[in-house]
């Protein structure tokens, strides 16, 4: 017997007893962000220096390179299960352009404490990296990274990047809800049902809010959409419904599937959308207070 087979007998039992219960296993299971693996080594990336991040109580910190930079900031975003190591790749072409670049790992990813999070927390998490830096120009998000950043930018009072780049973004966290395979657990309709309630009550908003067109509906941002037509994740067709949705948005097919197109000519369609967006020096530097740096 596998353990997903044990589990999802455990879970049938408990759905039949329990259908609450059975709900909130389930949503425990969706919400997972360690899909991928185990805890990293909390150790800084080459070349990185530490960076205090304020007012968020689930994301403390992050990492800076290119810190002493004075032509404005590029913030990286990863996808949900991943870290901020998956952004790694794109580190070099935003700092040839003179920009500091800045990556954290989003609430119970990567070194966090926790295996669970909610779309709630790691928008309000992107918010806070937003409000730390002050001087944003270029958010670069992969995958459901890309809803939070959009939410986190589209609520943001302060300075407004100039460009955006969403990498393999679904258009919706309902649609990425209705394609999950249930991660070993038998999805019945009423269970399904059950998931959206619970989702709703840890959000504090419907599954439903989580519309990236919806949310970026009244931002003018030039947007760059990447996306692989085989992505076996996310459907092209959820690029599509994005680059109709924004204000300002344009499709480039890139290769690679879900996680390879962060490495795959990537950085040649970041570079080139980046430097015909980033004419100028956005403002002065905002210094930030480092780890051990008084």
């Known amino acids: 017997m596998t353990s997903r087979w044990l589990r999802r007998h455990a879970h049938r039992t408990a759905n039949a007893l329990a ?22 080594d909390d150790v800084l990336p080459l070349g990185a220096a530490p960076f205090t991040v304020h007012g968020d109580k689930d994301v403390t910190d992050g990492f800076l390179w290119n810190e ?64 730390t830096l002050g001087d944003v120009r270029v958010v670069v998000a992969h995958s459901l990274g890309g809803i939070a950043a959009i939410a986190a ?55 439903s809010h989580w519309d990236l067109t919806a949310l970026g509906a009244a931002l003018d941002l030039p947007t760059l959409i990447l996306h692989d037509p085989h992505d076996p994740m996310v459907p092209y067709e959820d690029a599509r419904t994005v680059t109709a949705g924004l204000k300002n948005a344009q499709l480039t097919d890139a290769d690679g599937g879900h996680m390879g197109i962060l490495m795959n000519h990537t950085t040649t369609h970041l570079s080139r959308f980046t430097t015909e967006h980033l004419t100028a020096p956005h403002g002065p530097h905002t210094h930030l207070h480092h780890e051990g740096i008084a």
């Open 68 to 131: 002493n930079a004075t032509q404005g900031s590029a913030l990286l975003v990863h996808g949900w299960a991943a870290n901020s190591s998956s952004m790694h790749s794109l580190v070099p072409p935003l700092r040839a352009q003179g920009l500091r670049v800045a990556a954290f790992d989003g609430p119970a990813h990567g070194v966090r404490a926790g295996d669970q999070a909610t779309m709630t927390q790691y928008t309000h998490a992107v918010g806070a990296v937003l409000d």
């Open 153 to 207: 930018v589209a609520a943001h009072t302060g300075r407004t990047p100039e460009c955006a780049v969403l990498i393999a973004p679904p258009a919706t966290l309902g649609a990425v809800l209705e394609r999950w395979d249930g991660g070993g657990l038998r999805l019945t309709p009423p269970l399904v049902q059950g998931i959206y309630r619970e989702l709703h009550h840890r959000n504090g908003v419907p599954v």
């Open 19 to 40: 259908p609450r219960l059975a709900a909130r296993w389930a949503t425990d299971v969706f919400s997972s962000t360690r899909t991928y693996g185990l805890r990293p």
